[in-house]
């Protein structure tokens, strides 16, 4: 994840290492991991998507960069095919073994998408699906109110979306003083 500005990465991962936050994050953990080994064993995703940065907070989420910068390892086997890499696992307290979850704005995304499509796992339920987004969303806001760093992830995003609205505001009343609009717009009766 390319960042506009030199210590962007490190205060996000300040933030990210603050005591309510990193709290909150361990105990939505598991519901991550859940959905993420749904969504690998119903095929919908492979390991290559644990490797994937998703936008701001989300480094520490995604391998790190040394294994993200490794080419894609073909595993061959006893029929000499190749077997595509195996997800990264993470050991729990008790030496269990659960696979590395999806950054939070991916496992998101991805459900979101599968969703509108009618096509999520019958074995997610409503519920995991709305704490995904509560979780996702209390994150960006968390992350992107911090005095520092919203302006550094969003500051020309923010300014280029006022410019746009106050040029399409300036246009419309134009259009309306000149009379241009008459035609495609109704007034309210």
């Known amino acids: 994840q390319p960042r506009r500005f030199v210590g962007q990465a490190e205060l996000e991962a300040e933030l990210l290492g603050g005591k309510a936050f990193a ?16 969504l690998l064993e119903s095929g919908v995703i492979d390991g290559e998507a644990l490797r994937v940065s998703f936008g701001v907070g989300e ?22 095919r190749q077997q595509p890499p195996q997800p990264p696992a993470a050991t729990g307290a008790g030496g269990e073994t659960s696979t590395k979850p999806l950054a939070w704005n991916q496992l998101a995304e991805i459900l979101t998408c599968l ?16 704490g995904v987004h509560e979780h996702n ?15 550094m992830a969003i500051g020309s995003m923010a300014k ?5 609205a106050s040029a399409a505001a300036n246009s419309w009343k134009k259009k309306e003083e000149d ?4 035609g495609w717009v109704r007034s309210p009766s």
Do not use: C, H, Y
């Not at 969303?137 to 302006?151: E, M, Q, V």
């Open 160 to 164: 280029k979306l006022l410019m746009n």
């Open 137 to 151: 969303a209390w994150r960006w806001f968390a992350l992107l109110s911090d005095r520092r760093l919203g302006p």
């Open 23 to 38: 709290g909150r994050e361990e105990t939505r953990k598991p519901l991550a991991r859940r959905l993420t080994r749904i």
């Open 179 to 182: 009379g241009s609009s008459m």
């Open 59 to 80: 480094d520490g989420a995604a391998a790190s960069s040394a294994n993200r910068q490794q080419p894609k390892a073909e595993v061959p086997t006893d029929l000499g």
């Open 115 to 130: 969703e509108v499509r009618g096509k999520l796992p019958p074995s997610i339920t409503e519920s995991e699906l709305r």
